[in-house]
């Protein structure tokens, strides 16, 4: 069992940068990849990132790539979601994931393990 809780989301102004923290209780941390997934009002749950489990290898939605950076700290249980040159599309809730293995964007989305999710809202 893994539980998951999001941090740090809230209203910025397009271009801003925020930063989301995902905390996770459990020993096993590590024997699961990680990831962020998001739900904009009216539309289908989105895969954002995601990090596999030594956080050697990072995966990205198209319209996020080069704007967010995914990272994990195995001793600390956290993974953060870096958020820069935020736009508009990007307000969303942002859950944090949990899977046994990383095996592409969309089996991401049926992760075995999500947070509760964080608000995330850009400005115009």
């Known amino acids: 069992q893994v539980q998951l809780l999001e941090s740090g989301g809230g209203l910025m102004q397009a271009g801003g940068s925020l930063r989301l923290s995902c905390a996770a209780s459990?020993?096993?941390?590590?024997?699961?990849?990680m990831g962020w997934i998001r739900q904009a009002p009216g539309k289908e749950r989105e895969f954002v990132a995601a990090v596999r489990r030594s956080g050697s290898d990072t995966y990205y939605a198209d319209s996020v790539k080069g704007r967010f950076t995914v990272s994990r700290d195995n001793a600390k249980n956290t993974v953060d979601l870096h958020m820069n040159s935020l736009k508009p599309e990007d307000t969303a809730i942002y859950y944090c994931?949990?899977?046994?293995?990383?095996?592409?964007?969309?089996?991401?989305?049926?992760?075995?393990?999500w947070g509760h999710g964080t608000q995330v809202t850009v400005s115009s």
């Open positions: 994931a949990a899977a046994s293995s990383y095996t592409g964007l969309t089996a991401f989305l049926r992760a075995e393990y």
């Open positions: 459990g020993r096993t941390f590590s024997s699961y990849a």
